[in-house]
Nanobody
């Protein structure tokens, strides 16, 4: 059974850091572009960052550029999202998914989605 499982969320103060993990089971991440998305209460889901299958190309939405970094360890079947200098507006449920590509238009979810991990940024 194909599955993506996120972890690493939690409560952090403004300016703090978290590293999210997205682990795949039932399939090999090597062949897939992977993206991170978030959804805050009452808001639409937002694309955050995507990485190509070989990690050569990445995409970041403007609001996280310079603060977030996506990476992957294909040997561990895992994609990470390092989040630094977190702000209250980063509060959301963060999910990973297989995506079509790593441009604004192609960094959209395909068939595989995780359940999400809650990130709360508050003092």
């Amino acid at each position: 059974q194909r599955q993506l499982v996120e972890s690493g969320g939690g409560l952090v103060q403004p300016g703090g850091s978290l590293r999210l993990s997205c682990v795949a089971s039932g399939f090999t991440l090597d062949y897939y572009n992977i993206g991170w998305f978030r959804q805050a209460p009452g808001k639409e889901r937002e694309r955050i960052s995507c990485t190509s299958n070989g990690a050569a190309s990445t995409y970041y939405t403007d609001s996280v550029k310079g603060r977030f970094a996506i990476s992957r360890d294909n040997a561990k079947n895992t994609v990470y999202l390092q989040m630094n200098n977190l702000k209250p507006e980063d509060t959301a449920v963060y999910s990973c998914a297989t995506v079509f590509g790593v441009t604004y238009s192609s960094c959209t979810g395909r068939a595989d989605w995780g359940q999400g991990t809650q990130v709360t940024v508050s003092s």
